[in-house]
């Protein structure tokens, strides 16, 4: 098909991805609020069960819902015109958020066992949950210090740029299957009349609400993962790019970008000297673009 009808069909596919994942995760949050209200004892802080019901609640609204949207924001085409400082902005704002309503959800469990003398940390589910939590934290913080503030040079970000991706996504998959073991340890522990083994309605909802995290996890790690939708390199850095070009460019050049992206080839920098001048840069500054 021409060009230009591909590049509109994948926008499509894009578009779909997209509103299924804030369709599903959206209705996570929904889920979860509705599992504590309705089938438990509702929200509060005061040592209650109702304090520890904030744990799955955050948990899902941020851990979960926020990361994701996060890690996709790059993706977004819309906002491919805005200035890469911009998103980076975005992204580590959205996952400031994120991290904060972990940590808040943590403090409510650790705040009701100790109300409550239920000894910590002793689960799989805590382990996994406690170490998400501080390799998210130091996952920002590099973010942080790297890619956001300008003292890092430029090799440094290109050398950590695939860490940086792989360990959010690590992080993210880590945090539902986080997730999916909390859901199922507690309908283990407080379904007891009638059993959790006899799939009592409670039972039945909070299992959609997983399956539920499971698809929207699917889903953005499906959309991140997708060459053709990684952001374009910045105008700069697409003139200054060689015509043969790296493995890296070629991938940027096929990327669904505005339709008048292909006409500026024509506007590249002919004199062979600046060529060679830029592209030690430009390479470097292509790997650090998500």
Request: charged share 15%.
């Amino acid at each position: 098909p021409p060009h230009g009808a591909r590049k509109m069909e994948e926008y499509g596919r894009f578009l779909a991805l997209l509103a299924s994942a804030l369709l599903v995760g959206f209705t996570s949050v929904i889920f979860s609020l509705v599992w504590v209200l309705h089938y438990r004892e509702g929200l509060s802080w005061d040592g209650s069960f109702g304090e520890f019901n904030w744990h799955p609640v955050l948990a899902v609204t941020g851990f979960v819902f926020m990361q994701g949207i996060a890690i996709i924001v790059y993706r977004l085409p819309w906002t491919w015109k805005c200035s890469k400082l911009l998103m980076k902005f975005i992204h580590a704002g959205l996952n400031t958020i994120a991290m904060i309503l972990a940590i808040v959800s943590m403090v409510a469990v650790f705040d009701y066992h100790n109300a409550k003398n239920i000894p910590n940390m002793y689960s799989l589910h805590s382990w996994i949950g406690l170490t998400a939590v501080i390799v998210y934290s130091l996952q920002l913080f590099l973010g942080f210090a790297v890619f956001l503030l300008p003292f890092a040079p430029v090799s440094l970000r290109a050398a950590l740029m695939p860490i940086h991706v792989y360990s959010g996504l690590t992080i993210f998959a880590t945090v539902i299957a986080t997730a999916l073991m909390g859901i199922t340890e507690k309908l283990l522990f407080t379904l007891k009349s009638p059993a959790y083994s006899t799939s009592p309605p409670e039972a039945t909802f909070v299992n959609c609400l997983g399956l539920l995290l499971v698809i929207f996890g699917a889903l953005i790690l499906w959309m991140a993962s997708r060459p053709h939708w990684k952001r374009p390199p910045e105008k700069n850095a697409r003139v200054l790019q060689p015509i043969a070009g790296t493995p890296e460019s070629t991938e940027a050049e096929s990327t669904v970008t505005d339709g008048n992206n292909a006409d500026k080839s024509d506007l590249r920098i002919n004199n062979e000297a600046a060529r060679k001048q830029n592209l030690k840069l430009d390479e470097a500054g292509q790997r650090s673009t998500m």
